[in-house]
C-alpha cells in the first residue's frame, strides 16, 4: 500500500523558515518524480515545486522561487522542502505528490500557517 | 505552458448522470491530464489518467460509476448514478502536475 506522510508543518512568523518532509513507502520512490502541491484555505490546488526522480530537474512557482528548496533523499525514501522568508500567503496545507506525467498518489498534507 | 478551465460548479441529482469538462489550451490538445476528486476536509484523491484518445487508467478503487472519455481539447469526467458521496471538488492536472484546473464543486441535489 502506498503511504505518503507529510510532517514538519505548524505556525511560523512572517519571515521565519520551516522545512517540511514526505516519507514515501509502498512503491519505487527512485523511480518517480515528485512534486510539492499546496492548497490554501478555501482555495484550489497550486503546483509549488518539481524534482526529478534523480534531483537533475529541478522546478518552482514563481511565487516561491527564490525562497524555497526542493531536495529528496532516495536512500531514505523521503521528499523536503525548505521553506525561508515565509508570507502569510504561504499558508496552506502542503502535499507531496508523487507523478508520472500525473500525479497518482496524494498524501495527507501538512499544514502551514504563516501569521504573527 | 498549457492551461486547463474548468467550470467552477456543476450539479445533479441523486441516481443521475454528470459530465465534468477540463478544456486544454489551445497547442496543447494532445496532453494527458489527470482528474482528482477532493471530498469535504479531505485531502485530494487521485481519480484516472486519461488520454487524448479517450483511453483512461483509474486508480486503485475508484467505482465503476466513473468513467473518462476526450474530444479534442476537452477532457471529461463522467460520474454515473451519482451518490451523495460523489459531492466533492474535482481538478484536473497536467504537464507532469505543474498545472491545475480551478477546480469544479459538484453538488449532488
Given at each position: ?39 490554501a484555505?478555501?482555495k ?54 508523487p ?18 | ?10 450539479s ?15 497547442g496543447?490538445?494532445?496532453y ?52 451523495s ?25
Amino acid at each position: 500500500e502506498v503511504q505518503l506522510v507529510e510532517s514538519g508543518g505548524g505556525l511560523v512568523q512572517p519571515g521565519g523558515s520551516l522545512r517540511l518532509s514526505c516519507a514515501a513507502s509502498g512503491f519505487t520512490f527512485s523511480s518517480y518524480n515528485i512534486n510539492w502541491v499546496r492548497q490554501a484555505p478555501g482555495k484550489g490546488l497550486e503546483w509549488v515545486s518539481y524534482i526529478s526522480s534523480s534531483s537533475s530537474t529541478i522546478y518552482y512557482a514563481d511565487s516561491v522561487k527564490g525562497r524555497f528548496t526542493i531536495s529528496r533523499d532516495n536512500a531514505k525514501n523521503s521528499l523536503y522542502l525548505q521553506m525561508n522568508s515565509l508570507r502569510a500567503e504561504d499558508t496552506a496545507v502542503y502535499y507531496c505528490a508523487p507523478t508520472v506525467t500525473t500525479i497518482e498518489y496524494w498524501g495527507q498534507g501538512t499544514l502551514v500557517t504563516v501569521s504573527s | 505552458q498549457p492551461v486547463l478551465t474548468q467550470s467552477s460548479s456543476a450539479s445533479a441529482s441523486l441516481g443521475s448522470s454528470v459530465k465534468l469538462t477540463c478544456t486544454l489550451s489551445s497547442g496543447h490538445r494532445s496532453y494527458i491530464i489527470a482528474w482528482h476528486q477532493q471530498q469535504p476536509g479531505k485531502a485530494p484523491r487521485y481519480l484516472m489518467k486519461l488520454e487524448g484518445s479517450g483511453s483512461y487508467n483509474k486508480g486503485s478503487g475508484v467505482p465503476d460509476r466513473f468513467s473518462g472519455s476526450s474530444s479534442g481539447a476537452d477532457r471529461y469526467l463522467t460520474i454515473s448514478n451519482l451518490q451523495s458521496e460523489d459531492e466533492a471538488d474535482y481538478y484536473c492536472e497536467t504537464w507532469d502536475s505543474r498545472v491545475f484546473g480551478g477546480g469544479t464543486k459538484l453538488t449532488v441535489l
